[in-house]
């Protein structure tokens, strides 16, 4: 009974393997050390120094539900006249759970117009995003939105 | 081979918003995967993006692993005379691409 188990075993385990590295699904064994609400804090912090960051003016547009965190459309806007002399500077994208709690630094003018830039972005896991922007005025106005994530992005195995 | 796909209005009228779209075609490895025998995959990523329309930044971005590959970035300029946008990304081990697009201010 024993004789006839153990090979049957080590096969399954050599298919279960197998097709571990084949898929393309994440089966990670290896995890890197991931961002943290407090590494999060602290990469804002390098941001806006000691300055108050108050709630509002800053719109976040991304998925509440993502299926693949590969790439994730993500577009953040700003109420802003974008005058000479009222006008977004830069707006920060930081992340909780993602290695890295930077996710993107974009500088805007007065010339820009209309305070709203777009890209496409990785999630690891589910979790929430902040996006800051700073104002020609020295004011930092922030929004944040919660993703859920099914397929992560960032840690699998590569062949 | 990278390549970029660059997306400018050919023509606007003088103060239109208008919207400018890139896209660069890079694999923007994270440096956080590992192969299946456990080892590190090293970073390679683009790290700036920058506009500059006739010579004078008018964008600039910071990009981390974050972004996903092919980066793509837009955003908003308004159209005040005719002339030429500059696209530049730099990145790892010493990547640098340019692009660039006119603009016909009427």
Known sequence: MRKRLAPTRRRFL??????ATISVIPIVSLHPAEAT?????????????GAVVQ???????????????NTVPMTV???????????VKSIHVFNEKNPQPNMGNF???????RAQISTRVRLADSQKIIAIARLSDGSFWSVSADVVVTLAACTEEVM | MASALINVPKKAKRGDIIEIKTLMSHIME??????????LVPRDIITSFACRFNGAEIFRADLFPAIAANPFVS???VATESGKFDFEWIGDNGFTETASATIAVE
Do not use: C, W
């Open chain 1, 14 to 19: 050599g298919l279960a393997g197998s097709a």
């Open chain 1, 37 to 49: 609400p407090e590494t999060m804090a602290a990469a804002i912090r390098t941001v806006v120094g």
């Open chain 1, 55 to 69: 709630t509002g003016k800053v719109k976040l547009d991304i998925p509440p539900l993502v299926e693949n965190g």
């Open chain 1, 77 to 87: 806007s700003v109420t802003s006249p974008m005058s000479a002399d009222d006008y």
């Open chain 1, 107 to 113: 500088y805007l003018g007065p010339k820009a117009g």
């Open chain 2, 30 to 39: 994270t440096g956080y995967r590992h192969t299946a025998s456990g080892q």
């Open chain 2, 75 to 77: 955003f908003f300029t």
